[in-house]
Protein backbone atom coordinates (compact mmCIF):
# COMPACT_ATOMS: atom_id res chain seq x y z
CA UNK A 1 0.00 0.00 0.00
CA UNK A 2 1.32 3.71 -0.86
CA UNK A 3 1.76 5.42 2.17
CA UNK A 4 4.01 8.69 3.51
CA UNK A 5 6.63 8.27 6.18
CA UNK A 6 8.63 10.57 8.40
CA UNK A 7 11.90 9.77 10.09
CA UNK A 8 13.11 10.79 13.16
CA UNK A 9 9.80 10.34 15.07
CA UNK A 10 11.05 12.12 17.68
CA UNK A 11 13.85 14.65 17.84
CA UNK A 12 15.97 17.05 20.56
CA UNK A 13 18.45 19.10 19.66
CA UNK A 14 20.26 22.31 21.00
CA UNK A 15 20.01 25.45 20.04
CA UNK A 16 22.34 26.16 16.86
CA UNK A 17 22.47 22.57 15.31
CA UNK A 18 21.37 22.17 11.59
CA UNK A 19 18.45 18.84 11.43
CA UNK A 20 16.96 17.61 8.75
CA UNK A 21 13.93 15.71 8.58
CA UNK A 22 13.10 13.21 6.36
CA UNK A 23 9.82 12.49 4.25
CA UNK A 24 9.17 9.96 1.76
CA UNK A 25 6.12 8.99 0.05
CA UNK A 26 5.19 6.17 -2.47
CA UNK A 27 2.20 7.83 -3.84
CA UNK A 28 4.07 8.95 -6.54
CA UNK A 29 2.30 12.43 -5.91
CA UNK A 30 3.83 15.26 -7.65
CA UNK A 31 2.73 17.89 -4.85
CA UNK A 32 4.61 17.78 -1.11
CA UNK A 33 4.10 19.90 1.65
CA UNK A 34 5.58 20.55 5.28
CA UNK A 35 3.41 22.01 7.93
CA UNK A 36 4.21 22.82 11.39
CA UNK A 37 1.71 22.28 14.09
CA UNK A 38 1.35 24.13 17.80
CA UNK A 39 -1.27 24.90 20.00
CA UNK A 40 -3.59 27.94 19.06
CA UNK A 41 -1.97 27.93 15.53
CA UNK A 42 -2.96 25.28 13.85
CA UNK A 43 -1.31 24.13 10.62
CA UNK A 44 0.90 26.43 9.43
CA UNK A 45 2.89 25.69 5.81
CA UNK A 46 6.41 26.21 5.87
CA UNK A 47 7.44 25.33 2.00
CA UNK A 48 5.58 23.09 -0.97
CA UNK A 49 7.01 21.44 -4.18
CA UNK A 50 5.29 20.68 -6.96
CA UNK A 51 7.50 18.79 -8.08
CA UNK A 52 10.96 17.95 -8.78
CA UNK A 53 13.49 20.67 -8.38
CA UNK A 54 10.36 23.07 -7.36
CA UNK A 55 10.46 24.72 -3.96
CA UNK A 56 8.24 27.32 -2.81
CA UNK A 57 8.39 28.89 0.12
CA UNK A 58 5.05 28.79 2.63
CA UNK A 59 3.95 31.24 5.30
CA UNK A 60 6.64 30.25 7.89
CA UNK A 61 9.33 29.44 5.98
CA UNK A 62 12.44 31.63 7.43
CA UNK A 63 15.32 29.45 8.83
CA UNK A 64 13.87 26.73 6.99
CA UNK A 65 14.78 25.15 3.87
CA UNK A 66 13.88 21.95 1.28
CA UNK A 67 15.22 20.53 -1.89
CA UNK A 68 13.18 17.77 -4.07
CA UNK A 69 16.04 15.75 -6.11
CA UNK A 70 13.17 13.06 -6.89
CA UNK A 71 9.30 12.59 -6.73
CA UNK A 72 9.57 10.60 -3.31
CA UNK A 73 11.65 12.31 -0.96
CA UNK A 74 11.40 15.99 -0.04
CA UNK A 75 13.62 16.76 3.37
CA UNK A 76 13.05 19.62 5.68
CA UNK A 77 16.51 21.86 7.07
CA UNK A 78 16.22 23.62 9.55
CA UNK A 79 19.65 25.64 9.29
CA UNK A 80 20.12 27.00 12.96
CA UNK A 81 17.88 25.22 15.21
CA UNK A 82 16.09 27.77 17.65
CA UNK A 83 13.83 27.17 20.62
CA UNK A 84 11.19 29.13 18.74
CA UNK A 85 10.67 25.78 16.16
CA UNK A 86 10.44 23.29 18.93
CA UNK A 87 6.79 22.04 16.88
CA UNK A 88 5.34 19.25 15.63
CA UNK A 89 6.34 18.93 11.97
CA UNK A 90 4.30 17.26 9.37
CA UNK A 91 4.82 16.36 5.90
CA UNK A 92 2.20 15.93 3.11
CA UNK A 93 1.57 14.83 -0.18
CA UNK A 94 -1.43 15.29 -2.83
CA UNK A 95 -2.49 14.29 -6.23
CA UNK A 96 -2.26 16.60 -9.00
CA UNK A 97 -5.90 16.78 -10.63
CA UNK A 98 -9.70 17.73 -9.92
CA UNK A 99 -9.38 16.96 -6.19
CA UNK A 100 -6.23 17.28 -4.26
CA UNK A 101 -6.71 15.78 -1.33
CA UNK A 102 -3.96 15.86 0.73
CA UNK A 103 -2.38 12.43 2.71
CA UNK A 104 0.04 13.36 5.75
CA UNK A 105 2.82 11.40 7.29
CA UNK A 106 2.67 10.32 11.25
CA UNK A 107 4.88 13.48 12.13
CA UNK A 108 8.09 14.32 14.15
CA UNK A 109 8.28 15.85 17.30
CA UNK A 110 10.98 18.05 17.60
CA UNK A 111 12.30 19.44 20.72
CA UNK A 112 15.27 22.50 20.68
CA UNK A 113 16.50 22.95 23.93
CA UNK B 1 -6.92 36.46 2.71
CA UNK B 2 -8.22 33.15 2.47
CA UNK B 3 -9.58 31.86 5.76
CA UNK B 4 -11.49 28.77 6.64
CA UNK B 5 -13.49 29.47 10.40
CA UNK B 6 -14.34 26.86 12.04
CA UNK B 7 -15.86 27.12 15.98
CA UNK B 8 -13.30 25.24 18.20
CA UNK B 9 -15.41 24.14 20.78
CA UNK B 10 -15.59 21.69 22.03
CA UNK B 11 -18.77 20.07 21.09
CA UNK B 12 -20.14 17.64 23.64
CA UNK B 13 -22.84 15.28 22.24
CA UNK B 14 -23.85 11.88 23.81
CA UNK B 15 -23.12 8.44 22.54
CA UNK B 16 -25.65 7.59 19.38
CA UNK B 17 -26.56 11.34 18.61
CA UNK B 18 -25.39 13.20 15.57
CA UNK B 19 -22.88 15.68 15.70
CA UNK B 20 -22.36 18.66 13.43
CA UNK B 21 -19.85 20.26 12.74
CA UNK B 22 -19.71 23.24 10.47
CA UNK B 23 -17.02 25.85 8.81
CA UNK B 24 -17.19 29.20 6.31
CA UNK B 25 -14.59 29.70 3.91
CA UNK B 26 -13.82 33.27 2.51
CA UNK B 27 -12.34 31.86 -0.80
CA UNK B 28 -15.47 32.33 -3.59
CA UNK B 29 -13.01 30.41 -5.70
CA UNK B 30 -12.40 27.11 -3.48
CA UNK B 31 -12.79 24.15 -5.62
CA UNK B 32 -12.49 21.36 -3.41
CA UNK B 33 -13.16 21.32 0.77
CA UNK B 34 -11.99 18.14 2.80
CA UNK B 35 -12.46 17.04 6.31
CA UNK B 36 -10.11 15.64 8.35
CA UNK B 37 -10.24 14.02 12.23
CA UNK B 38 -7.08 14.39 14.28
CA UNK B 39 -6.64 12.35 16.99
CA UNK B 40 -4.31 13.88 19.96
CA UNK B 41 -0.88 12.92 19.22
CA UNK B 42 -1.46 11.46 15.59
CA UNK B 43 -1.47 13.07 12.51
CA UNK B 44 -4.48 14.60 10.35
CA UNK B 45 -6.43 11.73 8.29
CA UNK B 46 -8.98 12.56 5.66
CA UNK B 47 -12.13 11.61 5.83
CA UNK B 48 -13.94 13.08 3.36
CA UNK B 49 -14.04 15.33 0.29
CA UNK B 50 -16.80 17.08 -1.47
CA UNK B 51 -16.35 19.58 -4.55
CA UNK B 52 -20.00 19.31 -5.78
CA UNK B 53 -23.16 21.57 -3.96
CA UNK B 54 -24.97 19.34 -1.92
CA UNK B 55 -24.83 16.23 0.40
CA UNK B 56 -22.38 13.05 -0.05
CA UNK B 57 -22.65 10.57 2.33
CA UNK B 58 -19.55 7.84 3.57
CA UNK B 59 -21.10 5.20 6.24
CA UNK B 60 -21.64 7.43 9.19
CA UNK B 61 -20.52 10.43 7.23
CA UNK B 62 -22.01 13.11 5.67
CA UNK B 63 -20.74 16.45 3.90
CA UNK B 64 -22.34 19.51 3.04
CA UNK B 65 -21.82 21.87 0.69
CA UNK B 66 -23.28 25.06 -0.24
CA UNK B 67 -21.76 26.94 -2.36
CA UNK B 68 -23.92 30.21 -2.19
CA UNK B 69 -23.52 30.55 1.23
CA UNK B 70 -19.85 29.55 1.60
CA UNK B 71 -20.66 27.17 4.09
CA UNK B 72 -19.66 22.92 4.78
CA UNK B 73 -20.50 20.98 7.03
CA UNK B 74 -19.63 17.48 8.39
CA UNK B 75 -22.54 15.20 10.14
CA UNK B 76 -21.83 12.03 12.16
CA UNK B 77 -24.77 9.98 12.87
CA UNK B 78 -24.63 7.39 14.88
CA UNK B 79 -21.50 9.12 17.48
CA UNK B 80 -19.15 6.84 18.88
CA UNK B 81 -16.59 7.39 21.93
CA UNK B 82 -14.03 6.72 19.22
CA UNK B 83 -14.82 9.67 16.94
CA UNK B 84 -13.59 11.87 20.22
CA UNK B 85 -11.06 13.93 17.92
CA UNK B 86 -10.55 17.61 16.51
CA UNK B 87 -11.76 17.84 13.09
CA UNK B 88 -9.99 20.48 10.52
CA UNK B 89 -11.62 21.53 7.80
CA UNK B 90 -9.86 22.73 4.74
CA UNK B 91 -10.56 24.57 1.07
CA UNK B 92 -8.47 24.38 -1.97
CA UNK B 93 -9.17 26.68 -4.75
CA UNK B 94 -6.90 24.63 -7.17
CA UNK B 95 -3.30 25.66 -6.47
CA UNK B 96 -2.90 22.70 -4.51
CA UNK B 97 -2.44 24.41 -1.58
CA UNK B 98 -5.39 24.11 0.83
CA UNK B 99 -6.55 26.61 3.69
CA UNK B 100 -6.73 24.46 6.64
CA UNK B 101 -9.11 25.83 9.51
CA UNK B 102 -8.25 25.32 13.27
CA UNK B 103 -10.29 22.64 14.06
CA UNK B 104 -13.46 21.81 16.08
CA UNK B 105 -12.93 19.48 19.04
CA UNK B 106 -15.76 16.76 19.51
CA UNK B 107 -16.43 14.76 22.41
CA UNK B 108 -18.52 11.84 22.29
CA UNK B 109 -19.66 10.78 25.92
CA UNK B 110 -21.11 7.56 26.88
Known amino acids: DAEITQSPRHKITETGRQVTLACHQTWNHNNMFWYRQDLGHGLRLIHY???????NKGEVSDGYSVSRSNTEDLPLTLESAASSQTSVYFC????????????FGPGTRLTVT | QKEVEQNSGPLSVPEGAIASLNCTYSDRGSQSFFWYRQYSGKSPELIMFIYSNGDKEDGRFTAQLNKASQYVSLLIRDSQPSDSATYLC??????????FGRGTSLIVHP
Open chain 1, 49 to 55: SYGVQDT
Open chain 1, 92 to 103: ASSPTGLVDEQY
Open chain 2, 90 to 99: AASGGSYIPT
